[in-house]
């Protein structure tokens, strides 16, 4: 099972900066993590729907919504199975619950599996 830990949350003025960190790991000490294919941020502002943010492949390529290109951009380190999303000139519509994704590919006793796992949530909010 590949947990994941978001961190980097909290409240900033307009026109600020955060940096999210998620960091992957495998809580079953003798399983391996396997492959992140994809890793992503996604959020939900209240009363909508989680939407993506930004993705990046694990060979660095990435997407990102219309509404975040130009001031977020994402990264990831595969050594350290961590992704990343640096966020500057924050928008009070900015303000939501942020969570991270991984998809996890991995070879077991009944072949390949493909899962999708989500941390819990960190919230940012963007004020004055």
């Known amino acids: 099972q590949v947990q994941l830990v978001e961190s980097g949350g909290g409240w900033v003025q307009p026109g600020g900066s955060l940096r999210l960190s998620c960091v992957a790991s495998?809580?079953?000490?003798?399983?391996?993590?396997?492959?992140?294919?994809?890793m992503g941020w996604f959020r939900r502002a209240q009363g909508k729907q989680r939407d993506l943010v930004a993705s990046?492949?694990?060979?660095?390529?990435?997407n990102y919504t219309d509404s975040v290109k130009g001031r977020f951009t994402i990264s990831r380190d595969n050594a350290k199975n961590a992704v990343y999303l640096q966020m500057h000139n924050l928008k009070p519509e900015d303000t939501a619950d942020y969570y991270c994704?991984?998809?996890?590919?991995?070879?077991?006793?009944?072949?390949?599996?493909?899962?999708?796992?989500w941390g819990q949530g960190i919230q940012v909010t963007v004020s004055s």
């Open positions: 994704n991984a998809i996890v590919v991995k070879l077991g006793p009944r072949g390949w599996s493909r899962d999708d796992y």
């Open positions: 495998e809580s079953d000490a003798s399983e391996s993590i396997g492959l992140i294919v994809d």
């Open positions: 990046i492949t694990d060979g660095g390529s990435s």
